[in-house]
């Protein structure tokens, strides 16, 4: 299978630790993957923000880059959220290439049919479900079904896990304050479950909610998912 990897802007310019997890992850697994140099922005910013007929040559480009790939990876919900749901709406020729498009554990679970990747992480660990990936996707367990398969790892359950972290993209902006406090009721669960890592599968939520826990010192680290089941027991000795 060829596998494109769509690594998104946040993730391109913040985390690329969690592009190059996932490449590791899928590698260690026996596909190849790889990196398109053509992509860009998905859109998301441009739609949210009310410039959608910017967002078209965005599209056209996303369908051109990752035209020739059975299956195109990312690490993010929210923006594999966009790419299925809006770009056949804003450039109907792009229907095929979003439909081949999936987040890492839809990818995983559904397309490879795996849960047990050979991770080791010995930490105890929370998970936090993101709106795009429960209300867009609808990605369900997956995620979970994969960490409980990880070794050493340590896993408890979130308290109001599918409750809003608060980020929204441009409504921590316009809403700061609304957005600062549901990031403060969040992290209070988060700092409940006794868990070192906060694990997700969007860097942006994981950013947005890692602020706080840094500010209050919770002493709980923010780790994409894609890094957990990237890891081994080779990277811990």
């Known amino acids: ?55 078209v040559p965005l599209v056209e480009g996303f369908a051109s ?16 959220a966009m790419v299925r749901d809006w770009h056949p709406r804003l450039v109907p020729g792009s229907a095929e290439v979003a439909s081949r498009v999936y987040e890492l554990s839809e990818l995983l679970v559904d397309v490879l049919g795996v849960t047990d990747v050979g991770a080791y992480f010995p930490h105890r660990v929370t998970y936090h479900p993101t709106c795009h ?33 608060g980020f929204g993209g441009t409504f921590a902006l316009k809403n700061s304050d609304v957005s600062a406090a549901m ?18 599968a969007d860097n942006s939520c ?3 909610i890692g602020g706080t826990l840094s500010r209050t010192g919770a002493g709980v680290r923010p780790v994409h998912l894609a890094e957990i089941l990237a890891a081994t027991e080779e990277d811990t000795s």
């Open 206 to 208: 994981l950013m947005h």
């Open 133 to 165: 990936s429960l209300r867009m996707l609808r990605i369900g367990d997956r995620p979970l079904r994969l960490l409980r398969e990880v070794r050493g790892i340590d896993l408890v359950e979130l308290p109001d896990a599918e409750e809003c972290c």
């Open 183 to 200: 990031a403060a009721d969040k992290v209070a669960d988060v700092r409940g479950t006794g868990a070192d890592t906060l694990c997700a």
């Open 1 to 55: 299978m060829k596998i494109g990897l769509f690594v998104t802007c946040v993730n391109d310019t913040m985390f690329p630790r969690t592009g190059m997890a996932v490449v590791a992850l899928l590698r260690r697994l026996g596909h190849e993957v790889e990196f398109p140099v053509a992509q860009t922005c998905c859109g998301q910013m441009h739609l949210n923000t009310g410039y959608r007929a910017q967002a």
């Open 65 to 80: 880059a990752f035209a020739g790939y059975d299956a195109v990876v990312t690490p993010s919900a929210s923006c594999a």
